[in-house]
């Protein structure tokens, strides 16, 4: 192998350097030089970009919140006012929707502008959805205020009426007690005869022929006059109705039935003081009569106008 013949000052032979090595490093370098100066161009953009990412989620959840407050005070104002909120239904279901928009908005694609313009009109439509809230509270208020007022009234009228009622009542039932006949004096006893055919009074079951009741009626303008039916009852000791027969001729109608009579007696009564005396016959002077005490009730007018009793032994 040949040998590179040394140089006359004894030092080694070095290559020389050729033109297109050094294009190769010039433009390394300017490669180098352009990156470095983007980097110095594009580190601030990116620096830039994400605080503008940033401030926008910023901005998001603002506004998110913004919505979540608005939508929780509206929920509100609903549950202080109660069922009264169901007449603003149409309105309530207005504001949901805008909600849910802007919410969809928020979610997505949004933009700022837009999405707080959205927010911005719904906040006026729960603020007048608040004051309608309060003209229909104050207008319901004033209408129950009426309300119980016209109820006291109405209250207060119906215990007038009610007190009047009791009133008229109360008089016709005087009035109507008023004008009823009344039997006075009222008295019974066992009736025997002599010999001669004189009355004598007797309280012998034994000797007893008939029964006399007599009584008093009083005067008493209010009664039309007229004729009057006078009846009288005479229960025995075992609660049998004395009758002068058997198989229900003898009865009247009182109070809105049949009851037996013992006797009747027609009178022409003229608002004048009347004395009258009814008889019962004994059917059979051979048989005693009961022992015992006897109830005699007087009924005039569908009315019981007087009573007594008497005993025989």
């Avoid at 309530?92 to 928020?106: G, R």
């Avoid at 009355?199 to 029964?211: C, H, L, M, W, Y």
């Avoid at 198989?247 to 009258?276: H, L, P, R, V």
Wanted: net charge positive.
């Amino acid at each position: 192998m040949a040998q590179t013949p040394d140089k006359p000052n004894g030092t080694v032979y070095q290559p020389e350097n050729k033109p297109g090595t050094k294009r190769w490093k010039i433009l390394a370098i300017l490669v180098l030089i352009v990156i470095v100066a983007l980097l110095i161009w594009f580190i601030p953009k990116m620096n830039n970009y994400n605080k503008m990412l940033k401030e926008k989620d910023i901005q998001r959840t603002i506004l998110q919140y913004e919505l979540k407050d608005l939508m929780a005070a509206h929920d509100s104002v609903k549950m202080e006012y109660g069922t009264l909120s169901d007449s603003l239904a149409i309105k309530d279901s207005i504001i949901k929707a805008n909600a849910k928009e802007i919410q969809q908005l928020l979610n997505y694609k949004w933009e700022y502008r837009k999405v707080n313009k959205k927010l911005g009109l719904l906040r006026k439509i729960t603020q007048g959805y608040v004051h309608q809230m309060d003209s229909l509270f104050t207008v319901n208020r004033e209408l129950k205020e009426e309300n119980e007022k016209i109820r006291q009234q109405f209250s207060r009228e119906q215990n007038i009426t009610r007190e009047l009622t009791i009133e008229k009542e109360e008089l016709i039932d005087k009035v109507t007690q008023a004008a009823v006949l009344k039997a006075y004096n009222v008295s019974a006893k066992g009736i025997r005869y002599t010999g001669s055919g004189r009355e004598r009074e007797t309280d012998k079951a034994k000797k007893i022929e008939r029964v006399k009741v007599c009584f008093s009626l009083g005067e008493n303008n209010l009664i039309e006059p007229g004729i009057k039916i006078i009846y009288i009852r005479i229960v025995r000791p075992d609660k049998v109705v004395v009758t002068q027969k058997i198989g229900g001729a003898y009865t009247f109608e009182y109070q809105g039935k049949q009851m037996e009579y013992t006797s009747k007696k027609e009178i022409n009564y003229q608002n004048t003081e009347a004395n009258i005396c009814l008889f019962w016959t004994k059917k059979s002077k051979e048989d005693p009569a009961m022992v015992g005490t006897y109830n005699v009730t007087v009924y005039a007018d569908n009315f019981e106008i007087g009573k007594t009793s008497f005993d025989l032994k």
